[in-house]
């Protein structure tokens, strides 16, 4: 018995064919959609306080976040949330909507601004670091750094808060106030120096704020952290002995300008910083300590060591004598030449 096959019309077939074909290719598509595509350039933009929607939309424009600043003005002037954008400091990226952009100014998220303060630096020359990174006012800074009343609230005895502006790297919101950020130097400052630190500055007879003098001194005699403990056993000895300190960077610090070089007679200036003519600590900090130095100031090191001459290198040469330290001092001057 013979079986009849049907033959396949070939409308049908072809329509196998199509739908085959179609399928091949929306597989290609989903699969190169698929790909990661490669992040867009990042961009940081500074809208001003009080700014329009014309001059943030040509900022915008010119910094290719938006394609027209036009289109921007309009967006806002329909949407009615001119008045509504934040000032503040924004990371986008090229080629952002009109819509994405108004939605991130209005909502205000900003990214936060960052000062990195180092060990070692004085009042002056952080408010110099801050306008800079925060936008602060520096002469307002600077009144409030040395308002004595201020300081006294802070937990401070000095006459300012040089040396309590603890270094580190600090992150704050855009339109952070001066006050502000005195207050979170000074707290981290309190931070660190802890009841346990009071209490071993009370065991060797000194107040926190003489701590704090000495550890600023270290901080700006040394280089190498290793040498801290060294450096503040030579001045701990020297104040038992009731000996001068003579410490440069006192002196650097009574001069109106920083020398990299000091002479014979920058040593005799008249100041009661200049720890070459007056014995004891110097009224004050002169710099901002780090832990290390601080540390150091509260635990010196267990040497017989008085003297100590830089070597040029970062590094000292400590000794026991006047002797031994002339020597070295001679022999550092032989290697020059």
Known sequence: MRIRIKRIPKVFIIFLIAVSIAGICYNIVVFLGSK????????????????????????????????????????????????????????????????????????????????????????????????????????????????????????ITGKNFEGFLYPNTYEFNYGVTEKEVIERFVREFWKVFNDSLKKRAEEIGFTVYEVVTLASMIEEETMIEKENPIVSQVYHKRLKLDRALECDATVQFALPKHKSRLLYKDLKVKSPYNTYIHKGLPPGPIASPGKSAIIAALYPADTDFLYYVAKGDGSHIFSRTAKEHYKAIAKLRRSKK
């Open 36 to 155: 990661k595509k490669p992040p867009k350039e990042e961009v940081i933009v500074e809208i001003p306080d009080g700014a329009s929607a014309q001059k943030i939309g040509k900022m915008l424009e010119e910094e290719e976040v938006i394609t027209s600043a036009k289109r921007f003005v309009f967006h806002t002037k329909i949407t009615g949330e001119e008045k509504n954008i934040k000032a503040g400091r924004y990371l986008f990226h090229k080629g952002m909507s009109v819509r994405q952009v108004l939605k991130t100014l209005v909502k205000g998220e900003t990214i936060a601004l960052s000062a990195a303060i180092p060990e070692g630096l004085r009042l002056k020359e952080v408010a110099e670091i801050l306008e800079s990174k925060l936008k602060i006012d520096r002469k307002k800074f600077l009144k409030l750094a040395n308002d004595k009343k201020y300081a006294a609230r802070m937990g």
